[in-house]
């Protein structure tokens, strides 16, 4: 039975590759979610007394498991965090630390976040969107020419990234160009779906009718992710448990877009849900003030007010397919004890991809109300398997055929 369903999954590949070959294709620009492209350092630090090292050529800073072991996780975290000016309101590396996101316009930096042979042993988790490159280069497409990547620095928010944007704006327009005037079709995942969503609000609707066939966001945090209370008070390790949530706390605190992908005030549809309990105290999306004071992390609520207006969930003006999974356990709500902030809380599971919980990730059904438009649903994958899975490659081949 096992191999006769493997031969149907084999033969439905094989059809929708000849018959997708035989369509005229729309070219796709792949833009990650956070954490989902590789990022680059140099340091040239002042000397300290912290034994990390001070001085170094460019190497990959994210991702490398190696550095993420015991005894190297707090150089590694010094060296990825941003620093915060209130007066300013700018964030910036540490003082010696510079970054460069390696790979624009390829999909190489996307496709394997830590290309190495250690993380391959911990499970192949470099792994992040090579599954469905390799799918779309084998019913069609070109890394490079038809097929391209937009990673971005991660840790910072929109109203830090307008280069990226103009950069992101001129792909879209050469690619168009170089395909004989094609449309292009955005695929984002998680947080990406945000910052595409705010890239294409910036877009005069000429632009946006001329240059875009489809925007298709996949388990994309709408109105945030209950997880990020867990990250800002006591640290998230991943599930990785060699890993000390809180030795990457501050890190993971220092982020502009830790703030971008919390459950906001203005968004969050039930603003008297307690996301955060303690023996004395609850916090909802009304008292983030108190929340970030209690956790010793007030600069947190300044950073908030930044991005809580940045991307309102409009319509992206073009046609839009949204795209997400259910069925998995994910955490909606954190119980702590007299530990609180420095304990690790009980989690209160709800229903979503394991990250970002159904409530927010239906979100895009209020604003997908034009002619074009459309949801699609999947149950039991996880946040990232959505990126692995034939059954989502299958229905992304109906969308980026130009009709």
Known sequence: MADKSSAW?????????????????????LVPGDGGNQLEARLAKPSDSTGCPTSSSWYRIWLDVWQLRKGRLGCWAENIKLVYNKSTKISSNVEGVFTRVPG????????????????????????????????????????????????????????SQSNYYGMLKSLIEEMYQSSGEAP?????????????????????????????????????PWTGAALQLNTYASGYNMEIGLIDPLIIREEQRSYETGVYILPLPTTWPDKNQVLVSTPTKNYTVQNYQQFFNDIGFSTGYDMMMNIVNLTPLTHPRVRTSCVFSVGVDTPAAFVYGDGFPDEQPRRIMGDGDGTVTKESAQACRNFLTRAGDSVMVFRGLNHGAILKDQKVFSFLSDQIVIN
């Open 9 to 29: 999954v084999f033969l439905a590949v094989i059809f929708t590759s000849v018959t997708l070959s035989a369509s005229r294709l729309s070219p796709i620009v």
């Open 104 to 159: 624009w316009g390829d999909t190489s930096s996307m496709e394997y976040l830590d290309p190495s042979w250690s993380a391959w042993v911990l499970g192949d988790a470099g792994n992040y969107l090579h599954d469905m490159v390799e799918y779309l280069v084998s019913v069609g497409y070109t890394r490079g020419s038809d097929l391209r990547g937009a990673p971005y620095d991660f840790r910072f928010a929109p109203q």
């Open 184 to 220: 292009v079709t955005i695929i984002s995942h998680s947080m990406g779906g945000l910052f595409s969503l705010h890239f294409l609000q910036q877009q005069s609707q000429a632009w946006l009718d001329q240059h875009i066939h489809r925007f298709i966001p996949l388990n994309t």
